[in-house]
């Protein structure tokens, strides 16, 4: 079954594969998801190295639990309640606002279709973004992150979060609320084109 | 009949009506209508368009595609490193079985030294107990045996060698000391009659129904089944008790 299996395999072929010992099945379940896990965790922790660490131990639960797997709900709400929760123990753990990845300088790497002001300020905006997300307490975070750049439901994300619908509601107001008020102390605030 | 939505409300969906996630066609109708009638809430949305407007320009710098190509090869390395379970991991169901199992032998031998303790310290107070009573039973005053001996004497109902006989405990002391009070009683008593000490002991008993008092009853003579006299003493109150003795030691003058 395993030679048939590819990253466009449906999720219970490829578990139930890797349960069955198919290695290449993991692989597949790896490759598939690692971006989404990936950036997911990188807007909750807002620092390259701490997703990257982050990530690995996603994937290393993954690996240890997906025989636990019950299919009562996706497999990607598994797999994003696992990174959301390991981006959250990471965040009250160290409470960091913001840290800046120091050793992997990104900055090197230009946008083919920007010129040079416009790639500093898409930096600017980058940087005013993170410290405008950093403002967020971790569960206004995690809501807004899946709300704006998931596009998740918000029974979906009370069903990660353990929380009720209302209140998710409620949360992705005020973080919104928050970033509105961060960006208004910013003079780019004012000089932001609505298209 | 539409419902009633609060102002709260159409507040807290106006961000999605901005980014255009809001599906409720009530909600919508209700959010244009706040904006067109209600200058505040149209500030609102001006301003919170200006923030989503922010948000879809800004973005996060990407790692380099090659990270990603490298992130798997790494997950596999680390899955390999710690799929060889450890020492612990290895006893990890010895403990399991190990720890509940010293646990409860370690509750059962409490326990045990709890009851068992509870018991052995019954069991010594009963044995203390009867002890005590022996000893007490063994240690009557022996001034006061040898009063009723005395009395017995006196009254020359029952040898005191009898009496003796029947509390065999009391027997080697008994007679030792009858034979030192026969001596005393001879000098110091001669006068007394066995009428009139019974009629005192009758009286201090207070029952003169009482086969033990009466005029011809041996109150001193000890019979089967009948109270003994000793006993009869030891009941009197101590000023009775007292009362005898004065009386005894009165006659001697």
Same mark, same amino acid.
């Given at each position: 079954?395993?030679?048939?299996?590819?990253?466009?395999?449906?999720?219970?072929?490829?578990?139930?594969?890797?349960?069955?010992?198919?290695?290449?099945?993991?692989?597949?379940?790896?490759?598939?998801?690692?971006?989404?896990?990936?950036?997911?965790?990188?807007?909750?922790?807002?620092?390259?190295?701490?997703?990257?660490?982050?990530?690995?131990?996603?994937?290393?639960?993954?690996?240890?639990?997906?025989?636990?797997?019950?299919?009562?709900?996706?497999?990607?709400?598994?797999?994003?309640?696992?990174?959301?929760?390991?981006?959250?123990?990471?965040?009250?753990?160290?409470? &960091?606002?913001?840290?800046?990845? #120091?050793?992997?300088? +990104?900055?090197? *790497? @230009?946008?083919?279709? $920007?010129?040079?002001?416009?790639?500093?300020?898409?930096?600017?905006?980058?940087?005013?973004?993170?410290?405008?997300?950093?403002?967020?307490?971790?569960?206004?975070?995690?809501?807004?992150?899946?709300?704006?750049?998931?596009?998740?439901?918000?029974?979906?994300?009370?069903?990660?979060?353990? &929380?009720?619908?209302?209140?998710? #509601?409620?949360?992705? +107001?005020?973080? *919104? @609320?928050?970033?509105? $008020?961060?960006?208004?102390?910013?003079?780019?605030?004012?000089?932001?084109?609505?298209? | 009949?539409?419902?009633?939505?609060?102002?709260?409300?159409?507040?807290?969906?106006?961000?999605?009506?901005?980014?255009?996630?809001?599906?409720?066609?009530?909600?919508?109708?209700?959010?244009?209508?706040?904006?067109?009638?209600?200058?505040?809430?149209?500030?609102?949305?001006?301003?919170?368009?200006?923030?989503?407007?922010?948000?879809?320009?800004?973005?996060?710098?990407?790692?380099?595609?090659?990270?990603?190509?490298?992130?798997?090869?790494?997950?596999?390395?680390?899955?390999?490193?710690?799929?060889?379970?450890?020492?612990?991991?290895?006893?990890?169901?010895?403990?399991?079985?190990?720890?509940?199992?010293?646990?409860?032998?370690?509750?059962?031998?409490?326990?045990?030294?709890?009851?068992?303790?509870?018991?052995?310290?019954?069991?010594?107070?009963?044995?203390?107990?009867?002890?005590?009573?022996?000893?007490?039973?063994?240690?009557?005053?022996?001034?006061?045996?040898?009063?009723?001996?005395?009395?017995?004497?006196?009254?020359?109902?029952?040898?005191?060698?009898?009496?003796?006989?029947?509390?065999?405990?009391?027997?080697?002391?008994?007679?030792?000391?009858?034979?030192?009070?026969?001596?005393?009683?001879?000098?110091?008593?001669?006068?007394?009659?066995?009428?009139?000490?019974?009629?005192?002991?009758?009286?201090?008993?207070?029952?003169?129904?009482?086969?033990?008092?009466?005029?011809?009853?041996?109150?001193?003579?000890?019979?089967?089944?009948?109270?003994?006299?000793?006993?009869?003493?030891?009941?009197?109150?101590?000023?009775?008790?007292?009362?005898?003795?004065?009386?005894?030691?009165?006659?001697?003058?």
């Amino acid at each position: 079954m395993s030679e048939h299996l590819n990253i466009n395999s449906d999720d219970f072929d490829l578990i139930e594969a890797f349960n069955k010992g198919s290695i290449n099945a993991f692989n597949l379940i790896v490759r598939k998801y690692q971006k989404k896990i990936y950036w997911i965790i990188r807007k909750m922790v807002l620092n390259h190295d701490d997703a990257d660490d982050l990530t690995q131990e996603v994937f290393l639960k993954l690996y240890r639990s997906l025989n636990e797997f019950r299919g009562e709900s996706k497999f990607f709400t598994y797999v994003y309640k696992i990174a959301v929760n390991y981006s959250l123990n990471h965040l009250n753990k160290n409470k &960091k606002i913001l840290s800046r990845s #120091k050793d992997v300088d +990104f900055s090197d *790497i @230009k946008s083919p279709d $920007k010129n040079p002001d416009e790639e500093i300020d898409s930096l600017e905006r980058t940087e005013i973004l993170e410290k405008a997300i950093s403002t967020l307490p971790e569960q206004q975070r995690a809501v807004f992150n899946m709300r704006y750049y998931e596009n998740l439901s918000y029974e979906e994300i009370s069903e990660i979060l353990n &929380k009720s619908v209302g209140g998710m #509601k409620a949360n992705y +107001f005020h973080a *919104i @609320k928050k970033i509105e $008020k961060f960006l208004k102390s910013h003079k780019k605030f004012e000089t932001i084109e609505i298209n | 009949m539409e419902s009633k939505i609060s102002k709260d409300q159409l507040l807290e969906n106006l961000p999605d009506y901005v980014s255009g996630k809001l599906d409720d066609e009530a909600l919508v109708k209700a959010i244009e209508v706040e904006i067109a009638g209600n200058d505040n809430f149209r500030r609102e949305h001006e301003e919170m368009k200006k923030t989503f407007a922010f948000l879809n320009a800004a973005e996060f710098v990407s790692p380099p595609e090659s990270y990603f190509s490298n992130l798997s090869v790494r997950i596999n390395q680390k899955v390999d490193q710690t799929s060889e379970p450890s020492l612990w991991e290895r006893l990890g169901l010895f403990w399991k079985i190990l720890i509940p199992a010293l646990s409860l032998i370690l509750m059962g031998i409490i326990l045990y030294n709890i009851y068992g303790n509870k018991k052995e310290q019954t069991m010594t107070q009963n044995d203390k107990t009867i002890e005590q009573k022996v000893v007490v039973e063994k240690n009557v005053p022996v001034e006061k045996t040898d009063e009723k001996i005395v009395d017995k004497i006196v009254d020359n109902k029952e040898p005191a060698e009898d009496f003796a006989a029947t509390n065999e405990g009391k027997n080697i002391r008994i007679k030792k000391r009858i034979q030192k009070e026969k001596v005393n009683i001879a000098d110091t008593l001669p006068n007394i009659g066995t009428f009139e000490l019974s009629e005192l002991i009758a009286t201090n008993i207070g029952d003169p129904d009482d086969e033990d008092v009466s005029e011809e009853a041996d109150v001193l003579y000890q019979e089967e089944g009948e109270e003994n006299l000793e006993e009869e003493f030891m009941e009197l109150t101590p000023e009775q008790q007292e009362e005898i003795l004065k009386v005894l030691s009165d006659k001697q003058i």
